[in-house]
């Protein structure tokens, strides 16, 4: 039985997932991810790269890194994932620069604790001034590890390409018009853009409105007007693009959150 239950406290958004079948399609997050593998092996491809994360691995996924996500076998998968807007991130570890994890998985048992304790706090409805003290300490084990300043910087155009794309939401996406403004045709800035993110425009383009979507639904908790403004037919087909990214539709997800 597919099971995912969302929470959210200090700017932090929790997620705790029990997989069997599910597979979630390859997308990207605009937050960090951190999580921890509770039981079996959580199968994913990352930056071309296939990788397994075995029990109490500690995976951590840097912004807007593309990847896809399942159980390796039959006997499933449980896990907590945190997920942390980059703003907060820096503002927790005092820098102006992204930083990134250089490694995908760690086995490292004090910070899978310290994630633990925080997932945890979030579950159980602990203060907020209690999760954002255990954020502290949890981002201060990774820095000691596994943070380096970003070296992979995007180009220019890339992103002139994703300001666009995040400007018009709420419309069709129109790769002519996009090309045309860099001054490259349609293919060629497809090629270009998969090279740099992993992920084509229109998948970028769609997890954009996903985002937006959900963080639409945190704030209003309304999720008609979250259909509306991101530019979706009607819930049924939020609902769907939503799943394939959170494992859970927009409506169950709104009824965790509030």
Known sequence: MDKFIYKKSAGITALSASITDFKYKKHSHQEYAIGVTLRGIQHYNLNGSLQLSYQNGVMLFNPEQAHDGMAHDEEGLDYVMLYIDPQLLLEVIEKKDIVRFS??????????????????????????????????????????????????????????????????????????????????????????????????????????????????????????????????????????????VYGTTAFEYMSHIY
């Open 103 to 244: 490694t995908p998985i760690v086995y490292d048992y004090r910070i899978e604790q310290r994630i633990l304790r925080l997932s945890n706090a979030i579950f159980s409805e602990k203060d907020e001034a209690y999760c954002s003290e255990l954020l502290l300490s949890l981002t201060d084990s990774l820095i000691q590890t596994n943070l380096s300043t970003d070296d992979k910087k995007d180009n220019a155009l890339i992103r002139k390409a994703k300001e666009m794309l995040h400007t018009n939401l709420e419309n069709v996406l129109k790769l002519d018009e996009i090309s045309k403004e860099l001054h490259l045709s349609k293919f060629q800035f497809i090629r270009l853009f998969n090279a740099h993110t992993g992920i084509t425009p229109y998948q970028y383009f769609l997890n954009c409105k996903i985002e937006r979507a959900k963080q639409l639904i945190e704030k209003n908790g309304d999720i008609y007007s979250a259909v509306a403004e991101c530019g979706f037919v009607d819930l049924t087909h939020l609902n769907k693009h939503f799943k394939s």
